[in-house]
């Protein structure tokens, strides 16, 4: 086979909402490949983890083993593509090198490595779903045991899981919930109406809201953020909460390391690939179409919570951005290595996600924001997007599972 007859060899790293967007893009984008293509799934864990539906999993056990859905019928078994586990130690030019020492080639390369949260919303040094879901099924069953609830961070996981407790057990629990911002979800982009309502809903659900305090629980930390023990919490104000139950919902990281090795065929200037990632945030720096901003390596894409497109990564941001990636790198593949005869080709800008944001906070309940739409903060609207079942099926449906 000759060169120009080979596949063109697109490596995808991290399975999830981005991954699995640009993927699916990407398949129907090959039509207009001027060559075959053979699409690598690189993933650390056995199964894509539907985050969205991690608290839900929490209050109710059909949902612990619905959202880890398998890999296994993403590609159709007589197709060049294909799904490797494995954990993405470094990249260079033109290839990748895993955890393993395995090293897997590419023509182009697209990074969608994610970001880190404490569980369970996300579960960081945990390749295994069934491990996964046994931890879940433990907190659970913890959960069910323990009345005082405390929930520290009321960005969207904080309030999706107060809500959630609440929503499942009423009464029956008390849930605190304390955030050192003086707003909740305060993330850039979204309106005060939005945020108030946020606010204003958890408390119709019978949760307590502790605003512009920065607490430390003996014990609960970014990697052991689920905690079974007696408690005592006191707040500037002088309040007191006992607690037997802990939850941290803070925080969020994004290891881009991976990236260091790096290095163009010619580098420019002073060449150092920590100008690739931005100190302040660890995301990698991309162009405005989602290729790495460096000369030379115009056949590497990011994009996804761990590049620096999207001021707020979210699932919702992925359908955006995504497919606009996936189509840059056909159109690059069919015209060459970034240049000829000094013209280079048409790219598309990615389209900056409006803000848009679902809080699901039980089966029948939430809050939203459509700008789009002019909602603020509706519970039917919620159930219908996301809350009744967090669109688990259309997920299985990306996967390829009936």
């Given at each position: 086979m000759s060169e120009s007859d080979a596949p063109i060899k697109i490596v995808v790293v991290g399975g999830s909402y981005a991954g699995i967007t640009v993927i699916k893009q990407l398949l129907s984008s090959s039509k207009a490949s001027q060559r075959p293509i053979q699409i690598i799934l690189v993933d650390k864990r056995d199964a894509r983890h539907h985050s969205l539906g991690a608290f839900r999993a929490v209050v109710d056990g059909e949902f612990g083993d619905r959202i880890w859905i398998s890999y296994k019928k993403l590609f159709s078994p007589d197709s060049l593509h294909k799904v490797i586990q494995g954990q993405l130690k470094q990249v260079h030019l033109h290839h990748i090198v895993l955890a393993s020492g395995e090293e897997v080639g590419f023509d182009y390369l697209v990074l969608c490595t994610g970001s880190s949260n404490p569980s369970p919303a996300k579960f960081n040094d945990i390749n295994s779903s069934r491990q996964a879901i046994e931890i879940t099924n433990q907190v659970r069953k913890d959960l069910e045991k323990h009345q005082n609830i405390v929930v520290i961070g009321g960005g969207a996981c904080g309030v999706e899981l107060a809500g959630e407790i609440k929503s499942a057990y009423g009464d029956q629990k008390t849930v605190s919930l304390i955030h050192a911002s003086s707003k909740l979800v305060d993330y850039p982009g979204y309106g005060a109406k939005f945020k108030a309502?946020?606010?204003?809903?958890?408390?119709?659900?019978?949760?307590?809201?502790?605003?512009?305090?920065?607490?430390?629980?003996?014990?609960?930390?970014?990697?052991?953020?689920?905690?079974?023990?007696?408690?005592?919490?006191?707040?500037?104000?002088?309040?007191?909460?006992e607690s037997d139950m802990q939850f941290l919902c803070a925080g969020n990281k994004v290891d881009t390391s991976y990236i260091l090795t790096l290095k163009p065929e010619t580098p420019v200037g002073g060449y150092n690939a920590e100008t690739l990632i931005d100190p302040n945030t660890q995301t990698i720096k991309v162009k405005k179409t989602g290729q790495v901003d460096c000369p030379g390596l115009e056949h590497i894409f990011a994009v996804g919570d761990c590049s620096n497109i999207a001021k707020v990564a979210t699932?919702?941001?992925?359908?955006?951005?995504?497919?606009?990636?996936?189509?840059?790198?056909?159109?690059?593949?069919?015209?060459?290595?970034?240049?000829?005869?000094?013209?280079?080709?048409?790219?598309s800008n990615v389209q900056l996600p409006p803000a848009i944001m679902c809080l699901a906070t039980g089966p029948t309940t939430g809050v939203v924001e459509l700008p789009l739409l002019g909602t603020i903060g509706s519970n039917f609207i919620s159930r219908a997007f996301k809350s009744k079942d967090f669109m688990i099926g259309r997920t299985m449906t990306e996967m390829n599972i009936a």
């Open positions: 309502h946020a606010h204003k809903h958890l408390e119709s659900l019978g949760a307590h809201v502790y605003l512009n305090e920065r607490v430390a629980i003996e014990g609960l930390t970014f990697e052991d953020s689920i905690q079974v023990a007696p408690r005592t919490v006191r707040l500037s104000t002088g309040k007191v909460i699932a919702a941001a992925c359908s955006y951005t995504c497919p606009t990636v996936a189509k840059n790198i056909i159109a690059v593949a069919n015209f060459g290595k970034g240049t000829t005869h000094g013209r280079k080709p048409a790219l």
